[in-house]
């Protein structure tokens, strides 16, 4: 698995992004992903997963009803789109394959793979 995050930026508040992971290494769809982030000073939190089938998905509370994750394992990716945008939304996110679905709960070493960040800037 080699996973690599795209789709971030700098965004107003009230907007929306659509984040993508893609694996290189074409194995993404027999892991649950998950995705993950990192505001400044502030330890990695979870945003959300995804079973490996798609069946499943688990969100974090503060992104409940704006986040929605999906994943399309032909194209081996998995993505996170991002509404309605709060600057505290602002982060680097990164995503992650794990053996199961991660919660907000789960500790970071249940993940197997991580991928690279990329930064999600929220203006207010």
């Known amino acids: 698995v080699q996973l690599q995050a795209s789709g971030g930026g700098l965004v107003q508040a009230g907007g929306s992004l659509r984040l993508s992971c893609a694996d290189s290494?074409?194995?993404?769809?027999?892991?649950?992903a998950d995705w993950f982030r990192q505001a400044p000073g502030k330890e990695r939190e979870f945003v959300a997963a995804?079973?490996?089938?798609?069946?499943?998905?688990v969100y974090a509370d503060s992104v409940k009803g704006r986040f929605t994750i999906s994943r399309d394992n032909a194209k081996n990716t998995v993505y996170l789109q991002m509404n309605d945008l709060k600057p505290e939304d602002t982060a680097i996110y990164y995503c992650?394959?794990?053996?199961?679905?991660?919660?907000?709960?789960?500790?970071?070493?249940?993940?197997?793979?991580w991928g690279e960040g990329t930064q999600v800037t929220v203006s207010s």
């Open positions: 992650a394959a794990s053996p199961v679905v991660m919660s907000s709960y789960s500790n970071l070493r249940g993940v197997d793979y």
């Open positions: 995804i079973s490996k089938s798609g069946e499943t998905t």
């Open positions: 290494g074409r194995t993404f769809s027999m892991y649950a």
